[in-house]
């Protein structure tokens, strides 16, 4: 059974960091482009980040320099290095294959809230 669980969110100040991990289980997810998405309140879910079974990476503009994606394949584990957080990145983030789509198996995200 599929299975992908977030974690790491939280409440940070702006200009803090946070480390996301996604844990996935049963299915390809070593094999296949993983990426970090995120939704805010009222918005679509938008990719941040994605990066290939080899390693090779690709960010949305609004965090490019300040976010890292990277991933063990051995742990069937993916991740989201976050500095410099501004309040416009508050969402609940999600990991997922990449492409995915709305009508695929999502996991329930986790928070991250910039505020001062």
């Known amino acids: 059974q599929v299975q992908l669980v977030e974690s790491g969110g939280g409440l940070v100040q702006p200009g803090g960091s946070l480390r996301l991990s996604c844990a996935a289980s049963?299915?390809?997810?070593?094999?296949?482009?993983m990426g970090w998405y995120r939704q805010a309140p009222g918005k679509q879910r938008d990719l941040v980040a994605r990066?290939?079974?080899?390693?090779?990476?690709s960010y949305a503009d609004s965090v490019k320099g300040r976010f890292t994606i990277s991933r063990d394949n051995a742990k069937n584990t993916v991740y989201l290095q976050m500095n410099s957080l501004k309040p416009e990145d508050t969402a609940v983030y999600y990991c997922?294959?990449?492409?995915?789509?709305?009508?695929?198996?999502w996991g329930q995200g986790t928070q991250v809230t910039v505020s001062s």
């Open positions: 049963g299915g390809i997810f070593r094999f296949v482009p």
């Open positions: 990066i290939h079974r080899a390693g090779s990476t």
């Open positions: 997922n294959k990449h492409p995915a789509v709305p009508d695929d198996y």
